[in-house]
């Protein structure tokens, strides 16, 4: 774990939630959308609790217990998430993040929480990530541990998506709305970071860059590498295109054409453009070819998709029939 320092837009919440000491909640359940660094908050919130020295309510980044931490090895610190799990692929062993929490990553959570702490006076954390991954068998096993706290033991439950979760966990926790940057916050924090295209990756993301940032990958590039395949609309190349949109896996493919396709629909409705302000000539050309109803059509079965697409196996096939797909949008427009 090496941040440890919440982001400028989410700096005045962090101050709050320190200063709260004893009347903090036991249990805090950061929810917003995707990309806005609620993980990052929920890790620099542990690190200062549990630091031997904060500064001004940030831990110091130097001590013993930052030390374990940034070590990956706190004795005080749990830190709960999808497990990988490791699966074969033809004769290719391949190791994957599962979907779910399960009910004995919970388990082990009841047994850890029942010894006693590492330093006598000192607090534990305990960090869940997303919580809508968690099953309802291990809800329900979550639940036991929020409704009788073990003492000086924090809960942060980080969520994306807060209708997913029981109402009885929801009834337990401390509900806090993530702070989004504002556009000046966000391309501010990107050129701090050094970060290319920040005006891109602001648009793109959707206001929401931290994930972007979390893969390795650099989007800017692919995203060059696939956008030229989409602009041809009904003339795109699918055995062509189908390589360059894997790349990053099927969510993210799907992800990319679900964006498109946003913005081809505003452009049909002479809307301000979403994620592609650059594109807006390409968009229009295709918004001229457009059928409406198949457009619509195509977007709820990627909704559909983006539900089950769990599969494994034959990912570029399905890639590939969804690109077909895509190509009859754009296809024998009648005249008016
Ligand atoms: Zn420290």
Redesign the pocket.
């Known amino acids: 774990m090496l941040i440890t320092q919440e982001y400028p837009w989410q700096a005045t919440l962090f101050a709050q939630w320190m200063q709260a000491g004893q009347s903090r909640h036991h249990a805090l359940l950061l929810h917003g959308k995707t990309g806005i660094g609620k993980l990052a908050f929920a890790r620099a919130m542990a690190a200062a609790l549990l ?4 500064e001004h309510g940030h ?5 013993q ?2 030390h374990w931490l940034s070590e990956g090895a706190h004795p005080d610190f749990r830190e709960i998430t999808p497990e990988d799990e490791d699966s074969a692929e033809g004769s290719k062993k391949k190791t994957r993040k599962r979907q779910q929490i399960l009910i004995d990553q919970i388990r082990a959570l009841h047994d850890y929480l029942s010894l006693s702490s590492h330093r006598v006076e000192g607090m534990r954390v305990v960090l869940i990530h997303p919580l809508e991954a968690m099953n309802v068998a291990a809800s329900n096993a979550l639940l036991k541990l929020l409704e009788e706290p073990p003492q000086r033991t924090q809960f942060l439950l980080v969520s994306h998506q807060r209708q997913a979760l029981l109402p009885t966990i929801l009834s337990r926790c401390m509900q806090v709305e993530m702070p989004v940057p504002s556009e000046s916050q966000g391309l501010q924090w990107m050129q701090l970071q050094g970060i290319a295209q920040p005006e891109w990756l602001w648009h793109y993301s959707g206001g929401a860059p931290i994930t972007v940032l979390q893969d390795d990958l650099d989007w800017y590039a692919w995203y060059q590498q696939f956008q030229p395949h989409l602009r041809r609309g009904a003339e795109v190349d699918v055995v062509a295109a189908v390589p360059v949109l894997i790349k990053q896996g099927m969510e993210a493919a799907i992800q990319v054409l679900q964006k498109w396709l946003l913005d081809v629909w505003l452009s049909c409705h002479q809307q301000p453009l979403r994620y592609h302000p650059s594109e807006a000539a390409a968009l229009q050309g295709l918004a001229g070819r457009v059928q409406l109803s198949r457009l619509l059509a195509f977007q709820q079965q990627l909704n559909r998709f983006k539900m089950t697409a769990q599969h494994p196996l034959n990912q570029e096939l399905q890639l590939e029939q969804l690109l077909l797909q895509y190509k009859k949008i754009f296809e024998d427009k009648p005249n008016k």
């Open positions: 630091c031997l020295q904060p831990a110091c980044g130097q001590c217990s930052c």
